[in-house]
Nanobody, 123 residues
Framework: QVQLVESGGGLVQAGGSLRLSCAAS????????MGWFRQAPGKEREFVAA????????FYGDSVTGRFTISRDNTKNTVYLQMSSLKPEDTATYHC????????????????WGQGTQVTVSS
């Protein structure tokens, strides 16, 4: 059972940057797809980015393409989300998740979830 712990959230002004981290333990981190999702109050959980085990391919949601970058370090069992040019609409709780499905983008394809880290972007 993979356990995931996110960190790095906070309050930032529009146009600023943040880097989120997700540390994994208790499972075969290096062989799965890791993803980031976000959820704002009253909204459904939204796909942000995913990276399969090799790290050579990445996937992004339409709203973050060109601004966010996902990466992973399998030696540290950690996945990162570098967020740049942040907008107030990026405000949400960001969750990392683990999947056995290559390139998974759907919430239903992820079995393990972290508790989330809050990102707030002020205008």
């Amino acid at each position: 059972q993979v356990q995931l712990v996110e960190s790095g959230g906070g309050l930032v002004q529009a146009g600023g940057s943040l880097r989120l981290s997700c540390a994994a333990s208790g499972g075969t981190f290096s062989t799965g797809t890791m993803g980031w999702f976000r959820q704002a109050p009253g909204k459904e959980r939204e796909f942000v980015a995913a990276i399969p085990w090799s790290g050579r391919v990445t996937f992004y949601g339409d709203s973050v393409t060109g601004r966010f970058t996902i990466s992973r370090d399998n030696t540290k069992n950690t996945v990162y989300l570098q967020m740049s040019s942040l907008k107030p609409e990026d405000t949400a709780t960001y969750h990392c998740a683990a999947s056995r499905v290559w390139g998974a983008k759907k919430v239903s394809e992820y079995r393990n979830w972290g508790q989330g880290t809050q990102v707030t972007v002020s205008s």
